[in-house]
């Protein structure tokens, strides 16, 4: 079992950044994916960024050049940095993760569907 604890988040201003990290517990392994995801109200869950156990990443379009995953080896943390932010990144966050190689193709947003961990989610708000 694998347990997946989000913190960081908050308010911040356009054009202000944020950090929100995740650490994973219990049985966790390599190979994995880690992702984060987020969801608006009244809108679909979507990919943010990914990262494979062994470094390669891809990110959505919509945030590429603004935000930044990474990884702590070791402990299991995983981190997003964002920056630039926009009120369009308003959202619930989510830290996800699964024990598989990151489907990785250039352009192309993680798909939640990949992913069977989830964690419970923190609150990022964006004003303008």
Do not use: H
């Not at 990474?70 to 920056?83: D, P, R, V």
């Not at 990151?102 to 923190?122: E, K």
């Amino acid at each position: 079992q694998v347990q997946l604890v989000e913190s960081g988040g908050g308010s911040v201003q356009a054009g202000g950044s944020l950090r929100v990290s995740c650490v994973a517990s219990g049985n966790f392994y390599s190979p994995y994916c880690m992702g984060w995801f987020r969801q608006a109200p009244g809108k679909e869950r979507e990919g943010v960024a990914q990262i494979d156990y062994n470094g390669p990443t891809t990110y959505a379009n919509s945030v590429k050049g603004r935000f930044t995953i990474s990884q702590e080896y070791g402990k299991n943390t995983l981190t997003l940095q964002m920056n630039s932010m926009k009120p369009e990144d308003t959202a619930m966050y989510y830290c996800a993760a699964d024990f598989a190689t990151c489907r990785l193709v250039p352009g192309m947003a993680p798909d939640p569907a990949d992913f069977g961990y989830w964690g419970q989610g923190t609150q990022v708000t964006v004003s303008s």
